[in-house]
């Protein structure tokens, strides 16, 4: 997939992909293909958010102008439409829906992404011309689609194709699924089994990776042999393969059906889905929620549930596949009510649930209750389908007798009517997300309750007294609330497997024994350790000893520091030593316990140690085999990451995959091993808010794919001066992003940032008199960083005190303006050409930066001060850049700055300036070639989105000349490359051979 969206990248982002302004970009395959998967993964990228202004995401189906219109309107803007009301005249409403959307839209580029159009009819053209009228400039729709037909008809370029996996690809995807992640030759006899599978699955990744996943839990020859044979019976079978399968099993049909309560566009969380399952009787015997997982694996891999953020692990959100069209979901028993569906509600409902994307009246509930009496299933999906007054749910619940799975969401309730007790049936009750502050103790008497979730219920204060009543309990979460203990006997719940939130409370620090009889924990929380009076009561809860626990979260708090007795508490509490997933919160102690750096957790997959304040050093982590994820946050004392870090390990953190350091203002040096082979299969690196962090990174990250820099000025500001001193540049420096203010950039996009806009308008002195007023225009050399042999002559670049600076936004003071040495004109939207009388009044002129000046042509011919050694010009694509009448001049410019302006300049040469020592283009969109000077000696040359930008020349090529020794590129549309009139790698190569160049050129 990575291929495939670097292709789609360098389409969507061309300049030829935009010769008008709005662009349709379909991207057509068969179904399963990966076309969703593709356009969702672009939607998320960084650069994406970047070069848009707005994005919205809508799943179309069959193409209805009001509702596509309306869904999205919303999408971007936040306001919800009552459809039913748009309905009421068509045509009016239609076009006053298509007139509000267009008024929105205007002047602003936007990405929309139009998700599964299966049909296509006169209501597109319409909506396309909508999009038209708004569009400013590179405006892009995305439209996903099987039909080759809708893609030619709807595209203003070619569709991008996505074709089948190969054979390799699609056994390597297959074997991941079928023998989980294990060798295929472990299984010899179910090996040349799946080799035959494989072809007749024709490379959709959807059908590959369902029919790996119903094979996993199949071991026998003759299971496989069976499916092999009803598979050699139909030729194309990708859309009707369940069925083909002598259907799904019972078991999963049954789970399948329940999930025709979800709308295709709403996510969930596989762990959420399971609970569901379980409370409706879908899941048998004491490993209920194993076996939950089991089938969700088994019908997930994109054929009817994926994860769009490519991840399948229980915390991720997942979302339906193609329910429309699939025959599995049919059943008279299942129900969505949405906006204008209650006419089809029928009797025989039992599992309801309600998904209104606006307001709706409360009694529309009450007539779909009316109607059947014997519903099993009460769900909201949504904030739009959560709101009933306390009477409206007090008159509620006497009619849902027969209730398995309540849930109130989001809900505005403060009380919980006692009536509660009496569904005795209930299995499931969510009342996460509200602002109850107590319970009644009737819940106590639902017997039968496995799931009590109570997540972020801020008011929430205590719980019933009688909870140990509930012995069928399974998962009780109670995390966000603010409860102050926990109620007595908890011990006897033996069968809670979640416990997310365990008080430890001032009065009773004690109780922490009764955690010591639940031995079948999986997911535990203790918090409010702070409590505990003595470490021999932490030893009570026998965390070492429970064999199930796969999660575990430690947290301290209050005002009172006591470390000593911190270290002694966190000591006891050493879990077992496979455990996967630990987080410690809010830590006292100044070291953490010896168990987490002796190497003991070698199961240990996640880590996070967060707002440990008063910890000194970091533990030896590098030893832990098995860990991918690393989170280190909030450690305000710790000054300095070094070898202790790592470990005593030969490849410390093998197997590491992400690691975050957050919020450590103290933290000054990153001292890394000396041989270098730390963090081997690292892919994401961030940094944030660490504002002392000088550098030494890492030297060699070898599969990183992004490394994020954030609120870190002093690491960026090493790492700018390191590259511009011609030091050693990291060699995963191309994937360096610096965060700020929600925007991303480059390392080279940094680069000509910090070089040209480095300091402060307040570095420079303001003039006096009238002109005091001004601002200022920012020094953007910075060279008393710079050593004196790169920069011959410094002392005619430092500016004396007497040097006279000014910023102007308007045409009135720009003709004001006299004997400056520096000029910033910047947002004069009406200026169309400098005058004459402006330069001949500032002849000493040696900055000038021009920006934001949209309707500027022309600078004054023949007058441009040829002393000028700064130019600076951006966002004005109007002005055409030195016309002919200047190129008899010779300037002595050592700094040139284009970027996002001059759309009319093809070349560009340079032997104009022939001191040019720094030069930097960005986004300039018809720029061709550069034609290089004779003689300069360049310090930089920076390159960045010039898309139709293909060769650079010399002037001279037979003459050996000095290139930059900093070069950076980033293009993509064509391959950069150094034209001296001969091929490539001939005999003129080694004048070029040093120059640094990023992965992509070639």
């Not at 119903?214 to 598979?231: A, N």
């Not at 369940?242 to 049909?253: E, Q, R, S």
């Not at 009380?415 to 502050?437: A, E, F, M, Q, W």
């Not at 639902?446 to 009590?452: E, K, R, V, W």
Request: aromatic letters at 8%.
């Amino acid at each position: 997939m990575d291929v495939k969206k670097e292709e789609f990248m360098n389409i969507l982002l061309s300049h030829d992909t935009y010769d008008t302004e709005l662009s349709v970009i379909p991207i057509q395959g068969e179904p399963g293909i990966g076309k969703t998967t593709l356009a969702r993964i672009i939607y998320n990228d960084p650069i994406v958010d970047q070069h848009f202004d707005l994005k919205a995401w809508f799943c179309v189906l069959d193409f209805e102008l009001i509702r596509v219109t309306a869904a999205i309107f919303e999408s971007f803007n936040l306001q919800s439409f009552d459809l039913e009301e748009l309905n009421l005249q068509p045509g009016l409403n239609s076009d006053h829906l298509q007139v509000k959307l267009q008024e929105y839209l205007r002047g602003k580029r936007f990405l929309l992404v139009l998700d599964e159009m299966l049909s296509v009819n006169e209501d597109w053209e319409v909506f396309l011309s909508t999009l038209k009228g708004a569009a400013a400039n590179k405006c892009c729709v995305i439209v996903t689609t099987s039909r080759e037909d809708y893609a030619s008809l709807i595209g203003t370029v070619n569709a991008y194709r996505m074709e089948p996996l190969s054979y390799d690809e699609s056994w390597s995807l297959f074997a991941k699924f079928a023998f989980d992640n294990k060798i295929p030759s472990s299984y010899p006899d179910l090996e040349p089994i799946g080799r035959e599978i494989v072809p007749d699955c024709a490379g959709v990744p959807s059908t590959v990776s369902t029919l790996g996943s119903l094979l996993r839990f199949k071991l026998q020859v003759e299971e496989w042999k069976t499916v092999q044979q009803k598979l050699e019976t139909y030729v194309q079978f990708h859309d009707e393969w369940i069925p083909v399968l002598g259907d799904l099993p019972t078991n999963l049909k049954q789970c399948l059906r329940y999930c025709s309560l979800f709308p295709s566009d709403y996510e969930f969380k596989k762990e959420n889905l399971v609970l569901l399952w379980m409370a409706e009787g879908l899941l048998d015997g004491q490993r209920m929620e194993e076996t939950g997982y089991e089938y969700f694996d088994q019908l997930s891999p994109e054929k009817h549930f994926s994860s769009y953020l490519g991840r399948d692990d229980v915390d991720a959100p997942f979302k339906m596949f193609n329910q429309k069209e699939d025959r599995s979901f049919s059943s008279r028993y299942f129900f969505r009510l949405e906006d204008h569906s209650f006419s089809q509600f029928s009797v025989s409902i039992r599992h309801l649930s309600l998904y209104f994307r606006s307001q709706y009246d409360s009694t529309v509930i009450f007539k779909a209750i009316d109607k059947s009496n014997i519903l099993r299933t009460f769900l909201p999906l949504g904030h739009g389908s959560c709101h009933l007054s306390s009477d409206e749910l007090h008159n509620l619940l006497p009619k849902l007798q027969f209730l398995r799975v309540l849930s109130l969401c989001h809900y505005h309730i403060t009380v919980l009517p006692v009536s509660i007790g009496n569904l005795k049936h209930l299995r499931y009750i969510d009342l996460s997300h509200t602002p109850i502050n107590r319970l009644p103790e009737s819940v106590c008497d639902l017997c039968n309750l496995q799931t009590l979730i109570l997540s972020n219920c801020h008011s929430l204060t205590e719980l019933p007294q009688n909870m140990w009543k509930l012995i069928n309990l399974r998962h009780l979460n109670i995390c966000g609330t603010d409860l102050n203990e926990m109620p007595k006997k908890m011990s006897r719940l033996k069968s809670l497997q979640t416990l997310s939130g365990f008080v430890v409370g001032k009065e009773s620090s004690s109780a922490l024994q009764e955690l010591g009889a639940l031995s079948r924990l999986r997911t535990l929380g203790i918090s409010k350790l702070q409590n505990i009076v003595s470490a021999e009561d932490a030893a009570k809860a026998i965390l070492d000893k429970k064999y199930s626990l796969n999660e575990l979260m430690l947290e301290w708090g209050g005002d009172i520091v006591d470390p000593e007795k911190d270290e002694d508490v966190i000591e006891k509490l050493q879990p077992i030593a496979y455990l996967p997933k630990l987080h410690i919160n809010l830590y006292f102690g100044t070291k953490f316990p010896e168990w987490l750096g002796d190497g003991k957790l070698q199961n240990m997959a996640f880590l996070r140690l967060s707002n440990c304040k008063h910890c000194l050093d970091l533990p030896p982590l590098g030893q832990l085999d098995l860990l991918k994820v690393l989170i280190i946050e909030g450690m305000d004392a710790v000054k300095r990451v070094g070898p202790g870090f790592l470990g005593n390990s030969d490849f410390p953190f093998r197997v590491l995959e992400t690691l975050t350091f957050e919020g450590m203002p103290a933290w000054v040096e990153w001292v890394s091993s000396v041989t270098g082979n730390e963090f081997p299969l690292l892919r994401e690196l961030c940094i944030r808010r660490c504002p002392k962090l000088k550098g030494n990174l890492p030297k060699q990250l070898v599969s990183v794919v992004k490394v994020e820099i954030s609120e870190s000025q002093e690491l960026l500001t090493t790492l700018m001066k390191e590259a511009l001193l011609n030091k050693t540049l990291l060699d995963y420096h191309e994937k360096l992003q610096f965060e700020s203010n929600k925007k991303i950039a480059s390392f080279l996009e940094q680069m000509i940032v910090f070089k040209y806009e480095g300091a402060t308008e307040s570095s420079l002195p303001k003039t006096g008199g009238a002109e005091s007023s001004l601002h200022t225009t920012p020094d953007i050399g910075d060279e008393a960083d710079l050593p004196s042999n790169n920069w011959p002559n410094q002392d005619a670049l430092q500016e004396p005190s007497s040097f006279k600076s000014m910023k102007v936004s308007d045409v009135s003071e720009l003709m004001e303006v006299t004997g400056l040495h520096s000029l910033k004109i910047e947002g004069c939207d009406a200026l169309e050409f400098i005058p004459e009388e402006v330069m001949d009044r500032n002849r000493s002129l040696q900055h000038l930066y021009i920006i934001n000046c949209c309707s500027l042509e022309s600078i004054p011919q023949g007058h441009l001060p040829t002393i000028l050694k700064i130019l600076y010009i951006q966002n004005c694509k109007k002005l055409e850049f030195l016309p002919l009448v200047e190129r008899t001049k010779e300037f002595k410019l050592e700094r040139l700055c284009i970027g996002s302006s001059c759309d009319s300049m093809i070349s560009l040469p340079l032997q104009l300036f022939p001191r040019l020592r720094s030069l930097s283009i960005w986004n300039c969109a018809n720029l061709e070639s550069l034609s290089m000077p004779e003689e300069s000696s360049f310090i930089t040359l920076l390159l960045s989105r010039n898309w139709r930008l293909a060769a650079v020349t010399n002037s001279r090529p037979c003459q050996r000349r000095t290139f930059p020794p900093l070069c950076l590129f980033s293009a993509s549309k064509s391959a950069l490359c150094w034209n001296q009139n001969s091929k490539i790698r001939g005999k003129d190569w080694s004048k070029i051979a040093h120059i640094k160049r990023a992965p992509n050129v070639q």
